[in-house]
């Protein structure tokens, strides 16, 4: 993995700068060149964008070689193709779509969501007309991704594409089980199906056996136990079966059917294409649609996936449009060399991304390995047994059909939809499948627009309105009709349970609203919860989204309230506006003549005892200067207007039971760090101690503030808080001003120089060669800044240790200390590995920075 780290030799010299270079996995390589110091903190480390192999690439390469060869192998047996072909595509798939797909981890190649298609149009047109549609998809792909519609093809519902991959799952299952069972497969899954019993009725005995083998290997090789199990299963599952049965077919059956592969010499290329110019349009937008889909697909799976394996730096998402050109370009020349359609495979990305690749270089080298093995080992592979191949492909369409999707589908209440779509695909086809999926979406969606219940009950005095389902133009009669059975002079509740409303229904409730109002009756619209839902917000009064900063607030601005000099005054859920010479503001004025009014405050003006010269009282509400004082009494109004009434409960019991956090929590006093945000915690959880770059001074140390030292006694002591948190940033001011500051003259004239010294040690820690650096898990720190700022957390919990009482309860092992950093750009935060050790040099080697993952289980922090 490449990394842009400076030297120690550029540290201590402040103003030399580690200009990045490529660096290997082993060896740090760091050009110098004297420039200005560390540039922008927040920028992302620069180095040069070209092919790097790394020992994490070479070993992955090798276990997805060893995947996609009995793959390959065993889905051209499945499609009816020359075995050849399947070869070629893994190579091209891995090599061309390596080199310029969108996705660098994924690993494409012949795919089993491509194997009933094919194997259709080979039966249909032969096999060089089906590579000519194949170069036609590749084509129509490519220029699919110029235009840009990759993103938009995931549009389709999850239960269509699922239910269309499950029913090619079914569908290769049903032809391999004949070639296992020492039979032929037929032209359909129907067919299939009907054979099966006549099939059954003349089972040999070897292919059976052979293929019940690879069935029971492939199934428990990733489940053997021990130490040995644990070496062997190194091994890919794919790679084990096969050997397992070639090895004893070649004892036990010597006549079994076997792989055979001709001489590249005979290899069929493509010819012009020979057929109705409809039905072969149709089949290249087939071919287009299964292979395009699968590849997104799995292009946005590897991306979850690389996310959270363990250790893994954030990663941006993969470029869409890119894989999409990428893959037609691979599918283009596979056609044209008389290869197999190419497509993103989930069996061999997954195992590429589990073996620890970091980049392309793996796809590639996997491509190369197979253009190898192909050329030279013809023979070995001509060993292969095709049961064992079949039974092979047929487990991987039998995980296509994924119980974990069938579930969420039903959650979703479009289990109807998948049904229908597995059902199309097996009985007519894929694109016929689709097109049944795609209809009974489109009628689910129609049915519950259209199917709204509503009914109405009367309640102890109170007659209540309930609304299931989506209020739309076809359920306003049904909606009058009820509404209208409701006495004019009482007192009803709406309640609507639905997630959409339109024009229509809106004025129908607008208008009955105004009409029983009118006749003395009252009416409130509540939600499904029972919350009162109020009147739809104009724009100018649009509330923001939570932890929007002050500048970004638009809520409540009306056009010209800057020029006019006016005052807003907030009272509750009301805002108001005023000009000073309202008469309003003059009766509140209790100033003596010549003093200005909150608003237009002038130097020298005094104030009544107890005012402040940004506000003043006006009829019980307060009027608010233009201004930051604006913005900071605009956002407490806020706060009392929507946040007080649901935490008002939660701070009484805090303020009769006192406070009781869990933590002690020590971070830096930079705005960007909003704890309670970044550590979803509320009133009550956290005891917070904030100052310039986090800092804990020693004891004892010549002009120590006793401030943060008495924070921590009294949370330790007297709180008795179970742990203790520092939490560092990017980009740190104060760690910046470390870096830049001139060497020591004496007592520092300011008091930021003077608070500075005690992060002094953080500074000569880094610099010291007996100190191994700190580092965020999976890269190095992008610059000094970062790596001084990760180096000072790990040197304040060391501070923290020489405080007694910290010192003691750790003793006694009822506190525990952590290490945090949040970088600020990427809104990521890190957990230091055993924090607990951090810094002591009992912890067993380096200061190490593990990405928290957006998981829902809970995060385990490090400890001893």
Known sequence: MSACVPTRTDLAAHTDRAEPVEQTDTTPAVRHSRVPRFGRPHGPPRGGRKFRITGADLSASVTVF???VPMSLGLAVAMDAPLGAGLIAAAVGGIVAGLIGGSPLQVSGPSAGL?????????QYGWRTTCAITVGAGLVQIALGSLRTARSALAVSPAIVHGTLAGIGVAIALAQLHIVLGGSPQSSAVDNALALPDQLGRVGPAAPLIGALTIAVLILWPRLPGRTGRALR??????????AATAV???AAPGIARVDLPSWSSHALPEPPHGPVLSLVTAVLTVTLVASLESLLSAVAVDKLAAHRPGAPGRSRSDLDRELRGQGVSNALSGLLGGLPVSGGAVRTSANVRAGATGRASTVLHGVWVLLAAALLVSALEWIPLAALAALVMVVGVQMVSFAHIRNVHKHREFLVYVATVAGVILFGVLHGVILGIAAAVAVAMHRLARTRITVEKLDGVHRVHARGQLTFLAVPRLIRVLHQVPHDTH???ELDGSFMDHAAYEALHDWQRAHTAHGGTAVFTGRSGGRIAEPATGAHACCRPWTPWRNHHCGERPGAEETGAVRILAGDAELRCDETDPAIRRADTTPPGTAHAGTARPGTTHPEGASPDFGQVEG?????KGSGRQLASGISSFQRNTAPHVRDELARLAREGQRPSQLFLTCADSRLVTSMIT???PGDLFTVRNVGNLVPLPGTDGADDSVAAAIEYAVEVLRVDSITVCGHSGCGAMQALLNAPADTGTPR???????????????RMRSPRHSWARIAGRLPADAIEQLCLTNVVQQLEHLRAHEAVARRIAEGSLELHGMYFHVGEAQAYLLADATHAGTGSGGGEEVFDRVAPTASPVTWGRS
Do not use: D, M, N, Y
């Not at 194997?115 to 039966?123: D, F, G, P, S």
């Not at 190194?234 to 050997?243: E, F, M, T």
């Not at 509400?621 to 200067?625: A, F, G, N, S």
């Open 66 to 68: 060893l995947i996609a």
């Open 115 to 123: 194997t009933v298609v094919t194997a259709e149009l080979i039966q």
């Open 234 to 243: 190194k091994i890919p599952a794919a790679l084990a079966c096969v050997l």
């Open 249 to 251: 077919a070649a004892v």
């Open 492 to 494: 009803c509740v709406v």
């Open 621 to 625: 509400r307060t009027t608010v200067r």
């Open 680 to 682: 979803s915690s509320g």
């Open 750 to 764: 300011t008091p930021l120089r003077r608070w500075l010294r005690h992060g002094q040690p953080s500074l000569e």
